[in-house]
């Protein structure tokens, strides 16, 4: 499986950016995609997951403020971030795992996820 992150940038706090993630290899509608985010030196945070039957999942940090949806013609999910902080500031991954339970193991098992997109760098000035 393949993942490429796209739509990283600088941003004021307040804003909004939507990053994409093209995926490709798989058989897109049996798999979940997660996001996370990770800053070096820290550990590696979820932050959002969508199962292959839709089920939608977000971490207590981002809920409210993250939107996760899939385009299934394009094979690519998108995470629209908005009313962005300058906490939101790290580099974003998304991973894919087979199976309509993804969502229910990604916040405590990244461990499971073997392929990842190589980031997405957000910058949220203050």
């Known amino acids: 499986v393949q993942l490429v992150e796209s739509g990283g940038g600088l941003v004021q706090a307040g804003g909004s950016l939507r990053l994409s993630c093209a995926v490709s290899?798989?058989?897109?509608?049996?798999?979940?995609i997660a996001w996370y985010r990770q800053t070096p030196g820290k550990e590696r945070e979820a932050v959002s997951c969508?199962?292959?039957?839709?089920?939608?999942h977000y971490s207590d940090t981002v809920r409210g403020r993250f939107t996760i949806y899939s385009d299934k013609a394009k094979n690519t999910v998108y995470m629209l971030m908005s009313s962005l902080k300058h906490e939101d500031t790290t580099v974003y991954f998304c991973?894919?795992?087979?199976?309509?339970?993804?969502?229910?193991?990604?916040?405590?098992?990244?461990?499971?996820?073997?392929?990842w997109g190589q980031g997405a760098q957000v910058t949220v000035s203050s």
């Open positions: 969508i199962n292959s039957d839709g089920e939608i």
């Open positions: 290899g798989i058989r897109f509608d049996d798999y979940g």
């Open positions: 991973t894919a795992n087979v199976g309509n339970d993804v969502c229910q193991y990604y916040e405590t098992e990244s461990y499971r996820f073997t392929s």
